[in-house]
Each structure stands twice: as structure tokens, then as C-alpha cells.
């Protein structure tokens, strides 16, 4: 099946740092990735939606120059938590959706990474 | 508003029983559901769909039933098993959407018990 490669799994940084993750489909091109972000003990909460080739889709509430989005190929998405602070601490998550197999299929995960900020 | 509503966030099985997990929606437009399952620290895995054409879609242990003039769905495991335990999410996409993202609900934290 496809697979959606996230990195890295876990990282620990500075408060004002800024931190890049990685969300690649493997096997597959895609033209769209979404971004998740997941508080402890809550559902998934879609951050934005990153589109090759243009601007990511912010969802209401969502810093866009806080959570800086790049899609520039068909197969790598990035998130850029930009001067992270404590409370950017929680685990991220990327999706994306294999559009040979059709819209209406399932959507694949990454495998999250966990982002602590000091 | 929360257009797909799981309202146990936690459930506790006996190990070999049957697990029902339910999920309710409130937009008519949802045509395709899903059911996604959740270790701590890891991205969701797919388990099993369930377009809206059908009322019933089975995969081995896992059983998806959607009954569309309640907005109702469940996913049944049988028999229930320790590595089951995780988080499960209900999911749904609306009809003609597009690449729009699935629409998720809160997540029902799942323990079966040896």
C-alpha cells in the first residue's frame, strides 16, 4: 500500500527556535498532504492543507507564519514550527491521499512526530 | 460544530469479546466513512471503510455497519484482542469534494482486558 513517511519521529528544541518536519509519499505523487496536529488525549485537529506548487490552506485559527507550510515537489510536504514555544509542544501529523487509487479511498498517515520545546 | 460525533471517548472489552464502537454524523453530504486506529506517538492506520451505497462492510475480525437514515455507524470487532487496545477514529468525507481532508471525530480510547 502507500506509504507516507514523516521525519523526524521526535525532537526536542530551544524555545525561539525554529524546527523543520518532513512529510514524504513513498510510492506515490501528491499533489495534496494535509497537517494534522494532536493534543494529548485529543482528536487530530487539521492544521492546514498543503497544496504543490502554491500556498497552503490555513484552517480558522491557525498562525500561517507560525506553521510555515512548503509542498514544493509531488512527493515532500514541510512544516516549519517557526520561533516554537512550550506551548507548540504536541505531536504533528501528516496525510496524504494516493490520487491514482481515487479521492474516495483511505488517507494515509505519517508516522508523527512528537515535538517537545524547552 | 462537530459533524462526526463520537460520544465514548473510552471503552473497556474483555479479551474475546465483541467491541462496538459507535460514531454519529450529522452532514447528510458524507457518502464514504472510515475507520481509523491509533497507537500513542504514532500515526493513524487504516482499518476498514464503508461507502454510503453499502450498509455493511466486513474484514476479517472488523465489521463496519452504517445505517444512513439514523447518521450512524459502528465498527465491531470480534473477537476482541490486548493489541487491540488503541484509540479509534471515526471518519467521513462528504460527496464531490474534491482532495479535501477527512472529516474526524474525537477518537474512542479502546482497552481490552485480558
Known amino acids: 500500500g502507500a506509504v507516507v513517511s514523516q521525519h523526524p519521529s521526535r525532537v526536542i528544541c530551544k524555545s525561539g527556535t525554529s524546527v523543520k518536519i518532513e512529510c514524504r509519499s513513498l510510492d506515490f505523487q501528491a499533489t495534496t498532504m494535509f497537517w494534522y496536529r494532536q493534543f494529548p488525549k485529543k482528536s487530530l485537529m487539521l492544521m492546514a492543507t498543503s497544496n504543490e506548487g502554491s500556498k497552503a490552506t490555513y484552517e480558522q485559527g491557525v498562525e500561517k507564519d507560525k506553521f510555515l507550510i512548503n509542498h514544493a515537489s509531488l512527493t515532500l510536504s514541510t512544516l516549519t514550527v517557526t520561533s516554537a514555544h512550550p506551548e507548540d509542544s504536541s505531536f504533528y501529523i501528516c496525510?496524504?491521499?494516493?490520487?491514482?487509487?481515487?479521492?474516495?479511498?483511505?488517507?494515509?498517515f505519517g508516522q508523527g512526530t512528537r515535538l517537545t520545546v524547552v | 460544530d462537530q459533524q462526526v460525533k463520537q460520544n465514548s471517548p473510552s471503552l473497556s472489552v474483555q479479551e474475546g469479546r465483541i467491541s462496538i464502537l459507535n460514531c454519529d454524523y450529522t452532514n447528510s453530504m458524507f457518502d464514504y466513512f472510515l475507520w481509523y486506529k491509533k497507537y500513542p506517538a504514532e500515526g493513524p492506520t487504516f482499518l476498514i471503510s464503508?461507502?454510503?451505497?453499502?450498509d455493511k462492510n466486513e474484514d476479517g475480525r472488523f465489521t463496519v455497519f452504517l445505517n444512513k437514515s439514523a447518521k450512524h455507524l459502528s465498527l465491531h470487532i470480534v473477537p476482541s484482542q490486548p493489541g487491540d487496545s488503541a484509540v479509534y477514529f471515526c471518519a467521513a468525507r462528504p460527496k464531490n469534494s474534491g482532495n479535501t481532508p477527512l472529516v474526524f471525530g474525537k477518537g474512542t480510547r479502546l482497552s481490552v482486558i485480558a
Open positions: 464503508i461507502s454510503s451505497i453499502k
Open positions: 496525510s496524504a491521499r494516493d490520487p491514482v487509487r481515487g479521492l474516495n479511498t483511505e488517507a494515509f
